[in-house]
């Protein structure tokens, strides 16, 4: 937030601690003289802030607090009502400014291609763009330009199976890629750099917060709400958290949301090992947990979940307390739901004082829990003069305040021209060439298409999908001034065709017959000899996989396999371009024709990003996010959540999978050429706690300037103790190069991230031995170009990688009470402090009743930024005193290594 003079005072806490009593002490003064709350004064931080307003409220307040649609207004506190459940997964799409329902869809706002579109598109770079634009519309839309910011975007989960009605929402199969999408999108909407701090021209602001989801394992709609995602610890650790665990330490995001499915037989929303052990201790995760939307009410009716430590399953108002004791901030009560929620059962929970799994459920937790979601809303700049807020202030001067409504009239006025064109160049980016063969004996490629300047040149459209602006779930709407600036794929091709040459004719034909949804239309088939070029747009929709719907089988809907396989008959000059959910079965006609494009659903720009692909104006460079395997046949249950392989299943993903496929993870071609060589790497060996520096060549080798993404693979020795992936993704990089230029490029690969969890041991371990890295075109054997290795010698040396801590007061134990933010006065506080370590163990505090030693030689030193509210004596006490706020940094030092965390606490 911005800096004030009275900011001074607590930055000069935290370094000088010994010397800032009277400093702070004027701090507080002046605040007082003011008759300011603390709540309501920049100069404390955003979590003192935080836990001064929670000490405010009544039991009850507090619980109506923590329900997201909406949590109501407290005006003698100046808290405004807040919708929480907001929506901008590519573009913002939903504002929670109603109460009791879901939120309300919104409309003319800018519709980007989606998730799975975007992973194609390889390239961080890009996704950060898109997202801080996103993020700047939505502060030029949402109420006040302050209110519901906090946005359940985006998806993290792995599309590990074609089949997933929400693939389209995911960004790949593969963690690392999926880490690095999802960074940057967390990134750029809220106002951070590209390394995840806030960037200087935020004043210390976020500038909309977002939510990483569904954690975890949530990867099947059939039984999403019912069903249990069952696998061993490692999958858990290895692939299905793995991306959670790198968004959280790349980009500190707001808020995550847990999924509504079981684990291990443990609801997600209940799960401590997920929510608490993982999530906080081990990740270093510092936000709040919301629900899913009502997977809380799951808990009872959809799992029927009995406790290990009950002789029943759980009522309305247990379910509500081992959800929030679990971890779970923020109940999101609409969705699926009855009249039971976080703010009308919690207030009883605690009268009765309800055991839970993590000890006797009281109004502590609450305050835990609102402690951190307000301390983001006071982050957004929700409490403070919006004049002092950057995000605010420019949102202003775009749209003037209050100017924008929801509805038609708006006219479009946020789809700006340059979110617009970005939206076109985001789509075109993310178009992956499958196929491109030569038509004729002259060796000439169709594409991209050879538009004549003049004279007669012929282009059949073909399909029901080249007419439609489908733009995949979680969308805003269009309502004819957002549809103006839309293009499908025909109007895009037949604009940009006679563009070039006037004279074209470009013809629009129906796949399917007159009044029919799934009768092959014979006439379309037999005029589509009589064009130069026949372009079969093919596609899926929301009838084809969406929320709760999954797919039985990979065929595209009837009658588009015919259509292309006949067009195709006729006209050799057939491209066929697949706008889908994801993989879809091209066996039968993916060698018969011409040029084969795909991309997911692709935004409001689709129909000009296609004509830029198809006419050459934007080359293609778009990879393959995800294996595209043959058909159905060859996976196991979608209900399966098992990765490696077994006697009577196959494995999952490019890592695992050793079947024929169609086109392997990675895989993109190109209207240039690229060529690879001169790999080297800058050692021979290393330590578990070492790093390989590794660099090769790239050149352009063609006519056109283009884009690659160069991928790097790592394999680890192979063990017949353990099953290893067949290789990993470690490292890419996406360039632009023109024709005959090169570039080397740089990696740096840290031997310990090519470490696999050790089921026995319980921790992450870099095996000794050789590795070998793949400089490679995608995943597939033939797609590497050169090979290097090196050996790993030696154990992995631990450091400290972050710190949590769970403080309570002396003598809580006894009284069944597992956290505390506000403490009476003259109390020691317990800081139980927990340090993750570099092989995935916990060190300290673990959970309720269990911990584990530090190792010898580590260091844990406190201090408090304002030792006249709390005080830390020399042996490392430390003791409540006068009213007010403080914050306690904790530093651990270990082996030359040095993590850190801070807790506040509220003392009256």
């Known amino acids: 937030m911005k800096a004030r003079p009275l900011r001074l005072f607590a930055a000069i806490g935290l370094s000088v601690a010994c010397t800032v009593s009277a400093a702070s002490t004027a701090g507080q003064a002046t605040a007082a003289e003011a008759n300011t709350p603390i709540y309501l004064d920049p100069s404390y931080s955003a979590r003192e802030r935080a836990v001064d307003l929670v000490s405010r409220m009544t039991l009850q307040e507090k619980a109506s607090q923590m329900i997201s649609s909406q949590s109501p207004a407290i005006p003698r506190l100046g808290v405004k009502a807040h919708g929480w459940w907001n929506e901008a997964a590519h573009g913002v799409a939903r504002e929670q400014y109603n109460d009791g329902d879901n939120p309300k869809v919104l409309t003319n706002t800018t519709s980007y291609p989606v998730s799975l579109s975007m992973g194609s598109t390889w390239n961080p770079d890009l996704m950060y763009r898109v997202a ?39 960004f790949s199969e593969d963690p690392t890629l999926t880490a690095k999408m999802g960074s940057q999108f967390v990134n750029g909407m809220e106002g951070k750099d590209k ?37 061993d610890e490692r999958t858990l650790r290895e692939y299905y958290t793995a991306p959670f665990r790198e968004v959280i330490r790349n980009s500190d995001p707001g808020s995550i949301m847990a999924a509504y499915n079981r684990v291990n037989g443990v609801p997600a929303s209940a799960d401590l090992h997920l929510l608490d052990t993982l999530a906080r201790k081990t990740f270093g995760f510092d936000g709040f947990f919301t629900s899913d939307c009502d997977s809380v009410y799951e808990i009872q009716h959809g799992h029927q979940w009995q406790p290990p430590n009950k002789e029943e399953p759980v009522d309305h108002i247990e379910r509500n307390a081992y959800a929030n004791a679990a971890g779970i901030d923020l109940n999101c009560n609409q969705g699926f739901h009855d009249e039971h929620h976080y703010g009308n059962t919690l207030p009883t929970a605690v009268e009765k004082g309800i055991k839970t799994h993590n000890g006797v459920y009281t109004e502590n ?116 001034a957002g549809l103006a600036n839309s293009t499908t794929g025909y109007e895009g091709i037949k604009t940009a ?13 129906p796949g399917t017959a007159p009044g029919t949804e799934h009768q092959l239309n014979t006439e379309t088939v037999a005029k589509s000899a009589n064009y130069d070029t026949a372009i079969v747009y093919a596609g899926t929709g929301e009838e084809t996989a969406s929320e709760s719907n999954d797919r039985e089988n990979l065929t595209l809907p009837k009658p588009q396999t015919t259509l292309i396989n006949e067009v195709a008959g006729k006209n050799p000059n057939t491209v ?62 979608i209900g399966d959540y098992s990765i490696r392989p077994t006697d009577s299943q196959p494995g999952r993903t490019y890592m695992y999978f050793d079947g024929d ?35 090769a060549k790239v050149t352009n080798t063609g006519e056109r300037a283009g884009s690659d993404v160069i991928q790097l693979y790592g ?74 290795s090196f050996q790993v010698h030696g154990e992995l040396k631990l450091r400290p990688v972050t710190a949590s801590t769970t403080p309570r007061a002396k003598g ?19 800081p139980r402090i927990t340090v993750s370590m570099n092989d995935g163990t916990l060190h300290g505090h673990v959970a309720e009743g269990s911990g584990k030693p530090f190792p010898p030689g580590m260091n844990v030193r406190y201090r408090s930024n304002r030792p006249n509210v709390v005080s830390v004596d020399h042996q490392g006490t430390i003791r409540t005193s006068d009213e007010g706020v403080a914050t306690v940094t904790a530093t651990v030092k270990y082996r030359g290594s040095t993590t850190s965390t801070s807790f506040v606490i509220k003392v009256r």
């Open 132 to 170: 801080s634009r996103t993020s700047s519309e939505a502060r030029e839309v949402v109420r006040n330009n302050t209110l519901d910011l906090s946005f359940y975007s985006p998806t993290i989960n792995l599309s590990r199976d074609p089949r997933w009605g929400r693939n389209d929402e995911t």
């Open 195 to 231: 390394n995840g701090n806030l960037l200087p021209s935020a004043e210390g602001y976020l500038k909309t917060s977002t939510t990483i989801k569904h954690f975890a394992a949530n990867n099947s709609e059939y039984n999403r709400r019912t069903g249990s995602s069952n696998m």
């Open 365 to 480: 937790f609450m305050d835990a829990s609102l402690v951190r979601m307000f301390t983001v809303r006071i982050k957004l700049g929700e409490f403070d003069d919006p004049a002092d807020v950057p995000w605010v202030r420019k949102a202003r001067e775009r749209v003037p305040r209050g100017s924008w409504e929801n509805s038609n009239a708006n006219n479009a006025v946020t789809q700006t021209p340059k979110r617009l064109e970005l939206a076109r160049e985001a789509a075109a980016e993310s178009i992956v060439l499958l196929r491109n063969e030569p038509v004729d004996g002259s060796g000439s490629k169709l594409l991209p298409l050879k538009v004549p300047e003049s004279g007669p040149f012929r282009v059949a459209v073909i399909g029901n999908h080249a007419k439609k602006m489908y733009l995949g779930g979680y969308s805003s709407n269009q309502g004819s």
């Open 497 to 509: 065709i006679k563009a070039i040459n006037p004279d074209a004719v470009v013809d629009y034909l």
């Open 576 to 637: 066929v371009y697949m706008e889908t959910v994801g993989t879809v079965d091209v066996r039968s006609f993916s060698s018969d024709v011409s040029a084969l494009l795909w991309s997911s659903y692709n935004g409001q720009r689709k129909g000009e990003a296609l004509a830029d692909v198809l006419l050459g104006q934007a080359n293609p460079s778009g990879h393959l996010p995800f294996t595209w395997y043959r058909s159905e046949s060859q996976l196991p249950s």
């Open 661 to 695: 496929v169609s086109y392997p993870f990675g895989y993109g071609l190109s209207y240039t050429d690229f060529e690879y060589g001169d790999l080297r790497i800058d050692r021979s060996s290393v330590t578990p706690n070492g790093t390989v520096h590794v660099s």
């Open 715 to 788: 394999a680890a020795p192979k063990s017949e103790k353990a099953q290893r992936p067949d290789k990993r993704l470690v490292a890419f990089e996406k360039i632009s190069l023109k024709p005959g230029e090169t570039e080397r490029v740089e990696f740096d690969v840290r031997a310990r991230e090519l470490a696999l969890f050790d089921q026995q041991q319980g921790h992450f371990e870099v095996t000794n031995g050789d590795y070998t890295l793949q400089l490679a075109r995608s995943s597939s054997t033939s797609g590497v170009a050169q090979r290097a």
């Open 812 to 830: 809580d134990a006894a009284r069944g009470i597992t956290v505390r933010k506000i403490f009476p006065r003259n109390t020691v506080v317990q």
